[in-house]
């Protein structure tokens, strides 16, 4: 059974940072794509980063120069580091695996996500 399992969600303060963690079970977590999602209430759930399985990186244009993804596949552990984090970052960030395709698009399993509060 595959599980994706997020961690590192909180609350913080306009200008902090925060590192969230997606650790992957059941599946060969390097045959596969990682992304990052999150959704705020009252929206739609969007992609905020993407890496593929040869480390290639897509961002948001709203977290571009501001959060990293990256992952560890010894760990079989996704991870975003996110800096400079704004009131508008506030939203249940999940993790996301994908087999192929376009970064954002055909899922095959998400994890339950974790929340990140921004207080300005």
């Known amino acids: 059974q595959v599980q994706l399992v997020e961690s590192g969600g909180g609350s913080v303060q306009a200008g902090g940072s925060l590192r969230l963690s997606c650790a992957a079970s059941?599946?060969?977590?390097?045959?596969?794509?990682m992304a990052w999602f999150r959704q705020a209430p009252g929206k739609e759930r969007e992609g905020v980063a993407c890496?593929?399985?040869?480390?290639?990186?897509v961002y948001a244009d709203s977290v571009k120069g501001r959060f990293t993804i990256s992952r560890d596949n010894a760990m079989n552990t996704l991870f975003l580091q996110m800096n400079s984090l704004k009131p508008e970052d506030t939203a249940m960030y999940y993790c996301?695996?994908?087999?192929?395709?376009?970064?954002?698009?055909?899922?095959?399993?998400w994890g339950k996500g974790t929340l990140v509060t921004i207080t300005s």
């Open positions: 890496i593929d399985r040869t480390d290639r990186t």
């Open positions: 059941g599946l060969v977590y390097s045959s596969y794509s």
């Open positions: 996301a695996a994908y087999r192929s395709g376009a970064c954002y698009v055909g899922m095959n399993y």
